[in-house]
């Protein structure tokens, strides 16, 4: 029943999303409630609050000449990125890998030293590679975010029936880190990755966070690239949401 109720929101949403007719703003009405139709359905989806492992697929796939192997990042990604490299684009948005197993070690997930962020050095293409963190009240922004000014690879955009397809991508979200226009921290991902596949579970995320000083996620992203392909694939991204002083 769930798996039909998803179905059915997502389809509802993807339904309005190509429905150009009415006037600008019945149009504008429409994405709305497309969106919001897009978000409950992926929630409904059997989505685990206290931890996840996820791939969300927002980019079609391309042709290319390259090889299969991707270079290795300086992260520690829970899934092989050749693996992942090699999925397709199906129609499916988001997969769960791992069986929704994180992955993190005990000592990975510790938090006596408080939050942190680590971001992996751009590799011999330009690209971002796994990022890390300890996400915490602590280190979540105050100020407004400001305008991006740092075009990752891959990026250029144009608009298909008046809607950016491309969107440059934090691998750990603003709102809970304060990282913007850092290069380690950014990628070339369609709109529909980035908002909203990636954009719904920051937001879980934030709303778990906000909680209280004591909450603590453990979470990282990876971007997944084919080869020498300057534009990601897919984005996989593993958390593990935990108080202060739980048990493992």
């Known amino acids: 029943m769930n798996n039909l109720i998803t179905f059915s929101l997502i389809l509802a949403g993807m339904l309005l999303l190509l429905l150009r007719k009415g006037t600008k703003r019945q149009r504008r009405a429409n994405r709305r409630l497309a969106t919001t139709l897009l978000l409950f359905g992926l929630a409904s989806g059997g989505y685990t609050y206290t931890q996840q492992h996820t791939t969300l697929l ?17 992260g520690t990604s829970r899934q092989p990125v050749t693996q992942l490299a090699q999925l397709n684009y199906n129609n499916t948005a988001e997969i769960t890998v791992n069986n929704n197993e994180p992955g993190f070690t005990k000592a990975e997930l510790a938090t006596d030293k408080g939050p942190w962020t680590t971001f992996s050095n751009l590799d011999s293409l330009n690209r971002a590679g796994t990022a890390n963190a300890l996400l ?47 290069p380690k921290n950014l990628m070339t991902g369609t709109r529909q990755l980035n908002s909203p596949l990636m954009q719904a579970h920051e937001d879980d995320m934030a709303h778990y966070l906000k909680q209280s000083r004591q909450h603590f996620i453990r979470y990282e992203v990876t971007p997944i690239f084919r080869g020498d392909e300057l534009l990601t694939r897919c984005s996989d991204a593993c958390a593990k949401y935990r108080r202060q002083h739980d048990s493992f």
Request: charged share 15%; hydrophobic share 25%; net charge positive.
């Open 136 to 182: 915490n009240q602590a280190i979540m922004p105050t100020a407004k975010r400001e305008p991006l000014t740092w075009n990752p690879t891959g990026w250029h955009n144009k608009k298909v029936h008046g809607e950016w397809l491309y969107n440059r991508s934090h691998l750990i979200g603003f709102q809970l880190s304060g990282e913007n226009n850092n």
């Open 58 to 74: 927002g980019t079609p796939p391309q042709s290319s000449s390259a090889s299969n192997s991707v270079p290795a990042t300086d």
